[in-house]
T-cell receptor, first 117, second 115 residues
Framework: EAQVTQNPRYLITVTGKKLTVTCSQNMNHEYMSWYRQDPGLGLRQIYY???????DKGDVPEGYKVSRKEKRNFPLILESPSPNQTSLYFC????????????????FGSGTQLSVL | AQKITQTQPGMFVQEKEAVTLDCTYD???????LFWYKQPSSGEMIFLIY??????QNATEGRYSLNFQKARKSANLVISASQLGDSAMYFCAMREGYNTDKLIFGTGTRLQVFP
């Protein structure tokens, strides 16, 4: 089954304790992205990757890191989490736009609800 | 400037009635795509419908249709014959230009369907 798998589904941590949220897709997608969702703000892009070893900042990258060592995996790393990073996080993937019809949608993971105390 | 605007934080509709969720967008690109996603209380993002900027016909997918008015830059979602299971948050999103795969999202509209 084609899917984007995020783990964990829920995470409670304390300020400053490094954490990683994993994301894996089995559709051979080049493009992967992380979003955070906050009430009243919708989804905002944190980082994205166009292919292996190619990553770039989105709209709200501060406090986050990513890596793309393999095509299928795109972990989100919070080196020193702070309470303002409490949010619902989504990983998403798709083929690159120039390879597919324009209606190619983003496939989303199930989300990770993160609480930083 | 807000690229995607959803002005209705919440909407109520009675079961079996139709409802329209508003979405306006701002772009100077000629080529762009508009998407609607549904987010039920379980949290996942479910793709509903897509409209391309060059599509002449309004998109339809089952009970969902997109009322695309290009000159007004609006892409409203119409849900016909609402069901209780339609209660969810709905997001409008845009992918603009040829060289980006990024989706820009609106702030969402929470729809509540009552019996």
């Amino acid at each position: 089954e084609a899917q984007v798998t995020q783990n964990p589904r829920y995470l409670i941590t304390v300020t400053g304790k490094k954490l990683t949220v994993t994301c894996s897709q089995n559709m051979n997608h080049e493009y992967m992205s992380w979003y955070r969702q906050d009430p009243g703000l919708g989804l905002r892009q944190i980082y994205y990757s166009m292919n292996v070893e190619v990553t770039d900042k989105g709209d709200v990258p501060e406090g986050y890191k990513v890596s793309r060592k393999e095509k299928r995996n795109f972990p989100l790393i919070l080196e020193s989490p702070s309470p303002n990073q409490t949010s619902l996080y989504f990983c998403a993937s798709s083929f690159l736009r120039d390879r597919v019809p324009p209606n190619e949608k983003l496939f989303f993971g199930s989300g990770t609800q993160l609480s930083v105390l | 400037a807000q690229k995607i605007t959803q002005t209705q934080p919440g909407m109520f509709v009675q079961e079996k009635e139709a409802v329209t969720l508003d979405c306006t967008y701002d772009t100077s690109d000629q080529s762009y795509g508009l998407f609607w996603y549904k987010q039920p209380s379980s949290g996942e993002m479910i793709f509903l419908i897509y409209q391309g900027s060059y599509d002449e016909q309004n998109a339809t997918e089952g009970r969902y249709s997109l009322n695309f008015q290009k000159a007004r830059k609006s892409a409203n979602l119409v849900i016909s014959a609402s069901q209780l299971g339609d209660s969810a948050m709905y997001f409008c999103a845009m992918r603009e230009g040829y060289n980006t795969d990024k989706l820009i999202f609106g702030t969402g509209t929470r729809l509540q369907v009552f019996p």
